[in-house]
């Protein structure tokens, strides 16, 4: 898909005001997100110019929205510094071996990426976990391989195709914690499948 002039920043901003827990207003192309500790705020300005405040957290980013490697990784932060997603809240598998986790997209592209940002973060923090990466064409050997198997919100179709004792180490993922790859949310959510 391509973009014009202003588009692509437009279209995650709408992703992102479509996402639960969004309190929006169209006046003034901004989109809130609360917890219990602090509140968020996304604003589009003409279309290009993105800016996220978490005043709470001192946490600010102003940047041009149509470079999408940036806005991705500002979107993270943004949602990471709201919600203070820590690395330590996820608890680890106590098993000697890793568990094998296989994240499936339609394309691949997004599982790809979720399963590197995962490895990352495991070296990173000695989470025992291994994660791979499927589209649903290869999903069904792919699966055979792994531990847990979780499905991204737009695979929800094939997942509910599958059979109930295929669904057993199956699951979606949470459309929030996937829009916005918090990374321990998913690895707990497969942890809990394999208890």
Same mark, same amino acid.
């Given at each position: 898909m391509t973009f014009g002039e202003g588009s692509l920043a437009q279209a995650i901003f709408d992703q992102a005001r479509e996402? *639960?827990?969004?309190l929006t207003s169209r006046e003034m192309q901004a989109v809130w997100f609360h917890n219990e500790e602090a509140v968020g705020m996304i604003r589009l300005w003409? *279309?290009?110019i993105v800016e996220m405040d978490i005043p709470e957290r001192c946490f600010w980013a102003h940047f041009d929205g149509n470079d999408? =490697? %940036?806005f991705y990784d500002h979107i993270h932060a943004f949602f990471e510094a709201l919600y203070r997603n820590s690395p330590q809240d996820v608890q680890q598998v106590l098993d000697h071996a890793p568990m094998k986790l296989l994240i499936i997209c339609t394309t691949g592209i997004t599982s790809s990426l979720a399963a590197a940002h995962i490895n990352e973060l495991a070296r990173q923090h000695g989470w025992n976990v291994e994660a791979d990466w499927s589209t649903i064409e290869q999903a069904r050997w792919k699966a055979a391989l792994a531990d847990v198997v979780l499905y991204a919100p737009q695979a929800a179709a094939a997942f509910q195709g599958l059979s109930q004792d295929e669904k057993r180490h199956c699951a979606l993922i949470r459309p929030l914690d996937f829009a916005t790859m918090n990374?321990?949310? =998913? %690895?707990?959510?497969a942890q809990l499948l394999m208890a």
């Open positions: 996402l *639960n827990g969004a003409e *279309n290009t999408a =490697i %940036v990374m321990p949310a =998913i %690895v707990r959510q």
